[in-house]
């Protein structure tokens, strides 16, 4: 089983697209958010960032399943993480340290920050698959 699929199961979102897609738009309950902070080393306020989300919000969240919206952020944060372990070869240290840097081909943004939008989250994607390429200069 590849990385993606394993992390994804860990942190209970499907992974079967269209699955994914039904949960996505029902919205992911907030076992997916503690998940994540238990499988990952990624920090709370981090998560709360890059869902770009206020503390009252999630505090809703914990008796309400997250909206359609912040699920698929929520999505997109596990996504890109795992696309970033994958190039840095499984170690996960290593990419959340790579996550948290100010990345020059990111105009030095760092991309954790980026993820709150599906714009910049194509733009860490991008940056990643020039790097896995070697098109970065």
């Given at each position: 089983?590849r990385?993606?699929?394993?992390?994804?199961?860990?942190?209970?979102i499907?992974?079967?697209?269209?699955?994914?897609?039904?949960?996505?738009?029902?919205?992911?309950?907030?076992?997916?958010?503690?998940?994540?902070?238990?499988?990952?080393?990624?920090?709370?306020?981090?998560?709360?960032?890059?869902?770009?989300?206020?503390?009252?919000?999630?505090?809703?969240?914990?008796?309400?399943?997250?909206?359609?919206?912040?699920?698929?952020?929520?999505?997109?944060?596990?996504?890109?993480?795992?696309?970033?372990?994958?190039?840095?070869?499984?170690?996960?240290?290593?990419?959340?340290?790579?996550?948290?840097?100010?990345?020059?081909?990111?105009?030095?943004?760092?991309?954790?920050?980026?993820?709150?939008?599906?714009?910049?989250?194509?733009?860490?994607?991008?940056?990643?698959?020039?790097?896995?390429?070697?098109?970065?200069?």
């Open positions: 089983m990385n993606d699929r394993i992390l994804m199961e860990k942190v209970g499907p992974t079967d697209e269209l699955s994914l897609h039904e949960a996505i738009g029902k919205g992911l309950p907030y076992s997916v958010f503690s998940n994540i902070l238990s499988e990952t080393d990624i920090q709370q306020n981090e998560l709360i960032d890059s869902l770009a989300i206020s503390p009252s919000a999630l505090q809703q969240a914990e008796n309400r399943n997250f909206t359609q919206c912040e699920s698929d952020k929520l999505y997109r944060i596990v996504n890109i993480l795992t696309i970033v372990i994958d190039y840095f070869n499984g170690d996960q240290k290593d990419a959340l340290r790579w996550l948290r840097s100010n990345v020059k081909g990111l105009a030095y943004k760092r991309p954790i920050d980026l993820v709150s939008s599906s714009v910049g989250t194509q733009m860490v994607k991008d940056l990643i698959g020039k790097l896995e390429h070697g098109t970065f200069v």
